[in-house]
């Protein structure tokens, strides 16, 4: 197929988890190709207090990135800017709120401008996830999360793609698999929390996925001459808290974790670290000629679990 990279890891036993690689150029006897500078690149960052978005922060800012960092839980959003702080020796603006409001969305844009008089990168981290099926899922929940999942990442882009055109900057929306590949870990949450396996897909992230993945798309044919669109398609197996959020126990979600090693190609779940890098990597003069795709960080999830 043309255009169509591949990439194989062919490994007996499942892949050692490695470390982050620090931005350095000494890494023993390897030659390391490291991702170009974000130095002064002002990037806002939802969703950042906790997960991939607090990840991607820290990165952020190790690489000279100026932040401004978006998240509910204020307390958890003060120390991702703390630890910011320490490794890339600015304060990061914080615009906290929630974003299914629109003023906060406003607020959010409009700070940032304000602040630093411009804007280079857009990171749509913020997201979240919620159990039910088609018989139980009444409209305030499904509102709540299409809200959250796509209409604030419509709103923010709507708002940020004037600057971005100006700067010739990105947008990273980090999104999930299961927007293209609806049965992957179904069945095995239906068995661990009793409830159907549509259930995931409909109000979890398939359907938001799909829109945001749309959004990319026409979006990125609108103003694919001013403006770098970017889509990280991220799986849902990524170690971080939104599965519990979403109702899964302590038991239940070590038994889901334990079930990565046979639907991931790696044999095992990701790290939100390891989403930070290849989100540094799109937002960076690195991927300069890479517009308009959907990149799957996932262990070859998407591989393992074909439809």
């Known amino acids: 197929m043309s255009g169509l990279i591949l990439s194989l890891r062919l490994s007996v036993q499942p892949r050692r988890q490695q470390a982050a690689l620090p931005v350095t150029l000494n890494q023993g006897c390897r030659t390391v190709v490291l991702v170009s500078s974000l130095k002064g690149k002002v990037t806002l960052i939802t969703g950042a207090s906790s997960g991939i978005g607090a990840a991607t922060s820290i990165l952020f800012a190790k690489l000279g990135a100026k932040l401004s960092l978006n998240g509910r839980n204020v307390e958890n959003l003060k120390k991702v800017a703390q630890q910011c702080a320490e490794v890339g020796h600015t304060e990061p603006l914080l615009v906290p709120g929630d974003l299914t409001d629109e003023e906060v969305v406003k607020d959010a844009i409009d700070k940032t401008i304000g602040h630093f008089g411009k804007l280079d990168v857009l990171i749509n981290s913020a997201g979240i996830l919620a159990m039910g099926s088609i018989e139980t899922t009444d409209m305030e929940q499904f509102d709540r999360v299409m809200n959250t999942n796509v209409r604030c990442v419509y709103q923010l882009t709507h708002l940020a793609v004037p600057h971005l055109i100006h700067t010739k900057g990105c947008i990273v929306n980090v999104s999930s698999v299961n927007g293209q590949r609806s049965k992957l870990e179904n ?3 239906a068995s661990l929390v009793e409830f ?5 897909t409909s109000v ?7 829109q945001v993945f749309g959004q990319l798309h026409d979006v990125h044919e609108r103003f694919c001459s001013g403006l770098v669109l970017l889509l990280l398609w991220s799986p849902g197996v990524i170690v971080t808290e939104v599965h519990k959020r979403a109702g899964l126990n302590d038991e239940q979600y070590a038994k889901f974790l334990e079930r990565c090693r046979e639907t991931h190609a ?5 790290q939100a670290d390891e989403v930070a890098q290849a989100i540094a990597f799109l937002a960076s003069d690195a991927a300069s000629f890479i517009t308009g795709v959907n990149l799957p960080v996932d262990g070859g999830r998407h591989a393992m679990c074909p439809r």
Do not use: A, D
């Open 266 to 270: 790696l044999g095992r779940p990701g």
């Open 187 to 189: 069945e095995h949450l």
């Open 196 to 200: 159907q396996s549509e259930v995931w």
């Open 204 to 210: 979890g992230r398939i359907f938001p996925s799909s």
